[in-house]
């Protein structure tokens, strides 16, 4: 079974954003020494704490497993959404995996479709089972829920960009 929406989805992720991703990755440092991937905007414990750039890739990575392998695909997965926000490690690799992950949006939705139904999404702050019982939790509104929380998080990542090199010397 194939899906224009998932095709439509996968070309948005995969020649789009998951690039527009890397690029800001990139000129943070990546995983240089003396990047800023791993420093956030504000403090952890101020007001209004911010996410780094290497916790937000790590972030959409928990996104795409749990509505992507789980919701989708049928799946299992184990996802602590929370300890996604506080990652440390290398993001580079982090980014390769969200590819691969963005590359197999086709097939998850092949199996929902041949399924006929959607598995409960692991991890997520969702209200799924409110989504489920009005009827609006379907494979569309689930590949338009990556594609936005996707879309939403490069902006997250860009503004983060944005604060930390304005904070540069030059």
Same mark, same amino acid.
């Given at each position: $079974? *194939?899906?224009?929406?998932?095709?439509?989805?996968? #070309? %948005?992720? +995969?020649?789009?954003?998951?690039?527009?991703? !890397?690029?800001?990755?990139?000129?943070?440092?990546? *995983?240089?020494?003396?990047?800023?991937?791993?420093? !956030?905007?504000?403090?952890?414990?101020?007001?209004?704490? +911010?996410?780094?750039?290497?916790? %937000?890739?790590?972030?959409?990575?928990?996104? #795409?497993?749990? =509505?992507?392998?789980?919701?989708?695909?049928?799946?299992?997965?184990?996802?602590?959404?929370?300890?996604? @926000? &506080?990652?440390?490690?290398?993001?580079?690799?982090?980014?390769?995996?969200?590819?691969?992950?963005? *590359?197999?949006?086709?097939? =998850?939705? +092949?199996?929902?479709?041949? !399924?006929?139904?959607?598995?409960?999404?692991?991890?997520?702050? @969702?209200?799924? &089972?409110?989504?489920?019982?009005?009827?609006?939790?379907?494979?569309? =509104?689930?590949?338009?829920? %990556?594609?936005?929380?996707?879309?939403?998080?490069?902006?997250?990542?860009?503004?983060? !960009?944005?604060?930390? $090199?304005?904070?540069?010397?030059?």
């Amino acid at each position: $079974m *194939d899906s224009p929406t998932s095709a439509a989805v996968h #070309l %948005i992720l +995969t020649a789009e954003l998951v690039p527009a991703l !890397r690029a800001v990755v990139t000129e943070l440092g990546g *995983d240089d020494p003396g990047s800023l991937v791993h420093a !956030r905007p504000t403090a952890v414990g101020g007001a209004y704490p +911010t996410n780094s750039a290497a916790a %937000i890739v790590h972030h959409l990575c928990g996104v #795409l497993t749990s =509505w992507g392998a789980s919701c989708l695909g049928g799946e299992q997965v184990s996802r602590q959404r929370e300890s996604e @926000f &506080e990652y440390d490690g290398p993001v580079l690799p982090e980014l390769d995996r969200l590819s691969a992950l963005a *590359d197999r949006v086709p097939d =998850w939705t +092949t199996d929902a479709l041949t !399924r006929g139904g959607l598995a409960h999404p692991t991890g997520t702050a @969702f209200p799924v &089972e409110r989504a489920r019982a009005a009827g609006t939790l379907t494979v569309e =509104w689930v590949l338009a829920h %990556i594609l936005h929380d996707v879309a939403t998080h490069l902006g997250h990542l860009e503004v983060t !960009r944005d604060v930390l $090199m304005s904070a540069r010397p030059r």
